[in-house]
C-alpha cells in the first residue's frame, strides 16, 4: 500500500491530532463520501437511511453538490473583485504638542480639511437604515407598553409575518390629495405580473356629507388616481376593479413584478380578544396598535355589520383604514373601516364578500328594509326583563322599519323582535349578514342575477300585541348599500292631521295582525 504524503500541518500536529485525524479519515472511508452531518439527516428525512446500495447515486449527488458550491465560490469572488473596500472612518484630531495654529497653521489647515471629510463620511453612513441614528424611537406598543410583556414575543412575530401582505395606497383627482389608506394583497398572477388588493372603498369616496351611513348620500369617484406604494420604495399605479358600498369594501389591480405575501383570515373573532392594528405611514414605516374585540349595538348612524377595537387613548394611529386587525397567529380577523370610531369587518363576512366578488365579480346583498339592535348585546338588567315579560331571551330588535319598505307593509314595526330567518334563529347582526351573503351566493349558484326579489321567510314577535308570526318578506337582491327612509308626511292642513291621527290609531291596532 502506497504510504500517504506527509504534509506540513502533519509534522506540525502533536500526536493526539494526529490520532484524531486519522478517526475522521476512517469515517470518511466507512460513509465513502465526505457528507456533512446535517446533509445526512436531511436525506434520511426524505428518503430514508443510506443503504449500501445507494453509495453510487450518493456519490453522484455529492460530486453535484461539490460542483455547485464550486460555481458559488466563484460567482462569490466575482463579487469580492467588483467591491472596493471602504476607508475606516477614524475622527481626526491634533496632538497637544501641535495645537497652537499660530506655530503649526499647516497642521490646523490639514485638521480642518480631514475634519470636513470625516463629517462628511459619516453623515453618508449614519443615512443608512441600519444607523441607530436613523431608527426612530419605538412608537409600537410591543415595547410601549409592559403589560403586553406575556405575549410580546408571539405577538412580534404575529405581526412581522402579518405585515408582509399589508401596503399602502394614496388616491387624488385632478391633482388634488384625496385620502391615504392601507390594504392587503389577496391575489397575484404569475404570468401577468399583476396582484389583486382589497382595500377600504373609503379610498375613492369623494363626498361624505353626512355621518348617517343609512341615508346613502356619499358619493364615489370610480376614475380617482390610485397610487400603490410597494415595500421597496416604489409606486404603482392601481388600477380600479370593483367597490361595494355597504360594507365599504373596494379592490385593485397593480402591476409587481416579485409575488406577493397574502394573508391567512381567521373568522373566529371574540370579544376581550387581544388584537393588533396594522397600517403603514407616509414612511411604508410599519405602524401597530394593540387593543381588544369589543362587540357591541352600533350607533343609528352606522352599519350593522360591525365589530369595534378598543385601545389605549395614547396609542399612536395613522391612517389606517383599509389595513388589517390580526391576533396572536398574525391571522386578520377583521378589517378597519374607520380608524376613529375603531370598527373593523370581521373576516366571516370578509371572506364571504371576497369569495362573491372573485366569483360573480359583485357582492350582492338583501335589502330587508330594517335596522336592528341585538338582544344579546344588551345590558343583562334589559334582557332579563325581557324574560320575565315576554319569556324571550334572544333576537334582533327592529330599530327602524324603511318607509314602504315590505317590511312595513307586512305590519312590522319599531321595536317588534325578529326570532328567526328562514327557520334559523339568529343572535346578532353579524351572523344576519353572514345568513344574508350565503342567501345570495345560493341565489346566484342557481343561475339568478342581481336586483331580483327573493323571498326570506321570518318569524317575528310583536310585544304590544304578545302576537308571535311568521311572514314572508320580498326583498330585492342588490350590490348598492341599503338606504333606510324615515318614515314622514306633509302637513298640508288641520283636517288632513286630525284625519292621519284618526287613521293611524286604526292602522296601529290592525296592521300587526295583518296576515300575510
Known amino acids: 500500500m502506497t504510504k500517504p504524503e506527509r504534509t506540513r500541518d502533519d509534522a506540525d500536529a502533536t500526536e493526539p491530532e494526529r490520532e484524531a485525524k486519522k478517526k475522521r479519515n476512517s469515517l470518511g472511508e466507512e460513509l465513502e463520501v465526505d457528507t456533512p452531518l446535517y446533509d445526512r439527516a436531511a436525506h434520511q428525512l426524505r428518503c430514508g437511511p443510506y443503504d449500501q446500495d445507494d453509495s453510487s447515486s450518493v456519490t453522484e449527488a455529492n460530486g453535484a453538490r461539490v460542483e455547485e458550491m464550486t460555481k458559488e465560490e466563484e460567482e462569490e469572488e466575482e463579487d469580492l473583485s467588483s467591491f472596493t473596500p471602504k476607508s475606516p472612518i477614524r475622527k481626526p484630531y491634533i496632538p497637544d504638542e501641535l495645537s497652537d495654529p499660530t506655530v503649526y497653521p499647516e497642521i490646523h489647515a490639514a485638521f480642518e480639511d480631514a475634519q470636513a471629510k470625516y463629517i462628511e463620511k459619516l453623515c453618508r453612513r449614519t443615512a443608512l437604515f441600519t444607523s441607530k441614528y436613523r431608527r426612530k424611537e419605538a412608537r409600537s406598543c410591543l415595547f410601549n407598553h409592559e403589560h403586553l410583556h406575556p405575549i410580546r414575543e408571539s405577538a412580534k412575530r404575529a405581526v412581522l409575518h402579518a405585515a408582509k401582505s399589508v401596503i399602502r395606497l394614496s388616491s387624488s383627482v385632478e391633482g388634488e390629495p384625496l385620502t391615504n389608506c392601507c390594504g392587503l394583497w389577496i391575489d397575484w398572477d404569475r404570468e401577468s405580473k399583476k396582484g ?11 363626498k361624505h356629507p353626512v355621518e348617517d351611513h ?13 397610487t400603490v406604494h410597494l415595500r421597496d420604495g416604489t409606486t404603482a399605479e392601481g388600477h380600479y376593479l370593483n367597490h361595494q358600498e355597504h360594507y365599504d369594501l373596494a379592490f385593485f389591480k397593480v402591476r409587481v413584478d416579485e409575488q406577493v405575501q397574502f394573508p391567512y383570515f381567521n373568522g373566529n373573532v371574540h370579544c376581550g380578544q387581544d388584537v393588533f392594528r396594522l397600517g403603514r405611514d407616509q414612511s411604508m414605516d410599519l405602524r401597530i396598535t394593540h387593543g381588544r374585540v369589543e362587540y357591541w349595538n352600533p350607533a343609528s348612524v352606522e352599519r350593522y355589520h360591525y365589530m369595534y377595537f378598543l385601545h389605549e ?3 399612536y394611529l395613522c391612517d389606517d383604514d383599509g389595513g388589517p ?44 328594509g330594517m335596522r336592528f339592535d341585538s338582544m344579546r348585546l344588551l345590558d343583562p338588567i334589559n334582557v332579563e326583563k325581557m324574560w320575565r315579560m315576554h319569556n324571550i331571551e334572544d333576537g334582533l330588535i327592529v330599530e327602524e322599519v324603511s318607509k314602504d319598505s315590505h317590511a312595513e307593509k307586512r305590519g312590522i314595526c319599531f321595536g317588534d323582535i325578529i326570532e328567526c330567518f328562514n327557520g334559523k334563529r339568529i343572535s346578532t347582526t353579524i351572523e344576519l349578514e353572514n345568513m344574508l351573503l350565503v342567501r345570495c351566493k345560493d341565489h346566484f349558484d342557481q343561475g339568478n342575477k342581481l336586483n331580483a326579489k327573493i323571498n326570506v321567510s321570518i318569524q317575528v314577535f310583536h310585544p304590544e300585541e304578545r302576537l308571535r308570526r311568521t311572514i314572508n318578506l320580498n326583498v330585492e337582491v342588490s350590490d348598492h348599500g341599503e338606504i333606510i327612509t324615515k318614515g314622514t308626511y306633509p302637513i298640508t292642513s288641520t283636517e288632513e292631521t286630525s284625519a292621519t291621527v284618526q287613521s293611524s290609531q286604526n292602522v296601529a291596532g290592525l296592521k300587526c295582525l295583518a296576515a300575510c
Do not use: M
Open 196 to 206: 389583486t388588493i382589497l382595500t377600504t372603498a373609503h379610498l375613492i369616496r369623494s
Open 214 to 226: 343609512w341615508i346613502g348620500r356619499d358619493e364615489y369617484d370610480i376614475k380617482a388616481n390610485v
Open 313 to 315: 387613548q395614547d396609542d
Open 325 to 368: 386587525v390580526i391576533d396572536l397567529e398574525g391571522k386578520v380577523v377583521g378589517l378597519i373601516n374607520n380608524h376613529l370610531s375603531a370598527s373593523f369587518v370581521p373576516s366571516s363576512i370578509l371572506e364571504k364578500c371576497v369569495g362573491l366578488w372573485t366569483k360573480f365579480g359583485c357582492i350582492p346583498r338583501l335589502h330587508l
